[in-house]
């Protein structure tokens, strides 16, 4: 039973900073990868960030150099820094978990995805 639980959303005006926290926990945890995706309203969802156990890291190219992904291992939490935040970034994010393959420098996830419930974050003036 693999739980993942996002905190921090919000609503923010644009320009600011929101972190995102998700806590993993559960049996059998043994996956490999964390990352967030978000789901704007009428769009598809969308990776925003991958990092694995040995630290690799992926960005979708919207937010290369203003979302920053990292996590604490032994907290079994995985965060996502949102800086120079746009109305374009509101969505709802959800936290996910996988077991990574790596092609090309790309992580991709195989087999069972788990999903948190996701977490809010409005930008807006």
């Known amino acids: 039973q693999v739980q993942l639980v996002e905190s921090g959303g919000g609503l923010v005006q644009p320009g600011g900073s929101l972190r995102l926290s998700c806590a993993a926990s559960?049996?059998?945890?043994?996956?490999?990868?964390l990352g967030w995706s978000r789901q704007a309203p009428g769009k598809e969802r969308e990776s925003v960030a991958r990092i694995t156990s040995g630290g690799r890291i992926n960005y979708g190219d919207s937010v290369k150099g203003r979302f920053t992904i990292s996590r604490d291992n032994a907290k079994n939490t995985v965060y996502l820094q949102m800086n120079s935040l746009k109305s374009e970034d509101t969505a709802v994010y959800y936290c996910?978990?996988?077991?990574?393959?790596?092609?090309?420098?790309?992580?991709?996830?195989?087999?069972?995805?788990?999903w948190g419930k996701g977490t809010l974050v409005t930008v807006s003036s």
């Open positions: 996910n978990a996988g077991s990574a393959t790596i092609r090309a420098g790309t992580i991709y996830y195989s087999g069972t995805v788990y």
């Open positions: 559960g049996s059998s945890f043994s996956i490999n990868a």
